[in-house]
């Protein structure tokens, strides 16, 4: 009886032994960072690679951006664009330089594996039309038949600006010269406004008056003018000499391919509203490889690398003369954002009429009952084409934000008793001695409890 007492003993101290050795590793392990919790004990599917691009065709400079929709949560990519150039991001982006037919490639790996996707003479990239014939050289460049449709827009390039007819999600016109009810008419420097009030009331325009402030309201924009003096009565509203005429849109709508639904709204100041003046504005999806490249160039003149662009908008004039500066405001779904470095590396940039490219001074608001972020940025130079582009993380936020990009979370093994648990299974798995060893133990201790009940 003190014998099997002493084994007894013996198989306990071992156990307990087994099990000291398994916490202290569990302990050391909890202090490294390198530990995480992604079910090692489940079986993971084969990764499914996949990818879409913005556009596969074009001339060049060809702006592309690749997007990585494989399944099965891949943990690295690595792209061949076929010119030469690679890539380890999960959504890069590549300018093809010179002409060609480039394959792309994407490698996709997982703990269990890797996969890959090979598109085959995807990329085509033609050489840029040559000017030709001497011509009057004042024309408005054309699309080629058979092409998609280029919308025409006064006063910009159109090969550079213009939005194609498939690529708009929205579009609207704001007839700015408040026709038949109003007008602002310039004498001697000085400008006057004139309002017929009843003929406005017809046209469904809404005039109010405070002070020296006459506000008229449509349905697609505002539009306020102060004058040194107003003068009222039950017909007429005249403003003399007009010190200051602002417009402010409506937020249009649209839905964007692979972001979602976008809204977007300016503020504008103008010099005049002569007859005839509008403004049309186009929200749409970011595939013209020429504006693609503008955009990219401009973040490389602010020292930063273009990663993605959400959307477009293109603000268009006509027998509108300098706009004066402009306050831009375009929103987009949390998700988009997240998935691009967060709204801190989100700018509006600008494409002006004259060329000039620039990076925007861009803030932020955060809405947590919608989840959408509102970006607005204050652009000097007026009106022209508008991105909401977002930048790669440089090397220095990477090392200050090494984890910045993770998509699984990491938790120290002990902290939880998932990780805990994760954690012991794992080791029994990669070492199957010790489990026969645990299941030599369980073993004798029944079989020596069984014996002590027989005697």
């Known amino acids: 009886m003190r014998m099997i007492k002493r084994y007894q003993k013996a198989i306990g101290i071992i156990v307990l032994g087994i099990l000291f050795s398994l916490f ?11 530990i995480t919790v992604t079910g090692v004990i489940l079986p993971h599917n084969a990764p499914e690679v996949d990818f879409t691009t913005s556009v596969t065709s ?3 400079p060809l702006f592309v951006q690749f997007t990585d929709i494989s399944r099965n949560s891949p943990q690295s990519w690595l792209w061949d664009f076929g010119d030469g150039k690679t890539s380890t991001e999960q959504h890069p982006t590549n300018t093809y330089y010179t002409s060609g037919i480039f394959t792309v490639s994407l490698t996709v790996t997982t703990t269990t594996g890797s996969s890959q996707m090979v598109k085959i003479n995807y990329i085509h990239v033609s050489s840029p039309p040559s000017d030709s014939g001497g011509g009057g050289g004042g024309g408005t460049p054309q699309a080629d038949k058979g092409g998609p449709e280029i919308l025409s827009l006064p006063n910009l ?31 001697n420097g000085q400008m006057t406004l004139s309002i017929d009030l009843e003929k406005a009331e017809e046209t469904g325009a809404t005039v109010t008056v405070q002070g020296n402030t006459v506000t008229i309201t449509q349905p697609d924009f505002t539009i306020v003018v102060v004058s040194k003096q107003v003068i009222e009565d039950t017909k007429n509203i005249v403003g003399q000499e007009v010190q200051s005429i602002t417009l402010t849109t409506t937020p249009q709508e649209a839905l964007i391919t692979g972001i979602g639904p976008v809204s977007a709204m300016l503020e504008a100041g103008l010099s005049s509203l002569p007859e005839g003046a509008t403004i049309t504005t186009f929200l749409s999806d970011p595939v013209n490889p020429n504006v693609m490249n503008a955009f990219g160039v401009a973040m490389t003149n602010a020292g930063k690398e273009i990663q993605a662009v959400a959307y ?27 998935l691009h ?20 001074s861009t803030t932020f608001v955060y809405d947590d009952k919608t989840r959408i972020y ?77 014996w002590k009940r027989r005697l």
């Open 374 to 450: 509102t970006f607005t940025a204050l652009s000097p130079n007026g009106l022209s084409v508008f991105g909401l582009v977002t930048a790669k993380a440089t090397v220095t936020e990477k090392a200050e934000n090494p984890n910045a990009t993770v998509v699984v979370a990491s938790k120290s093994m002990v902290s939880t008793d998932v990780g805990m648990y994760a954690w012991i299974m794992s080791e029994l798995a990669q070492n199957p001695v010790i489990l026969v060893i645990l299941l030599a133990v369980v073993a004798l201790v029944a079989y020596f409890g069984w």
């Open 24 to 34: 202290v590793q569990a302990a050391v392990a909890a202090d490294s960072d390198a």
């Open 312 to 338: 477009i908008l293109t603000v268009v004039k006509t027998n509108i003369g300098t706009t004066l500066p402009a306050t831009i405001t375009m929103t987009c779904p949390e998700e988009w954002v997240d």
């Open 58 to 60: 074009g001339d060049a």
């Open 341 to 360: 470095n967060g709204p801190e590396a989100v700018s509006i940039v600008r494409i002006g009429e004259d060329g000039v490219k620039q990076v925007l």
């Open 157 to 187: 390039d159109v090969n550079l600006l213009a939005p194609h007819q498939e690529d708009v999600k929205a579009t609207q016109s704001m007839d700015l010269s408040l026709e038949g009810y109003s007008t602002v008419t310039q004498e």
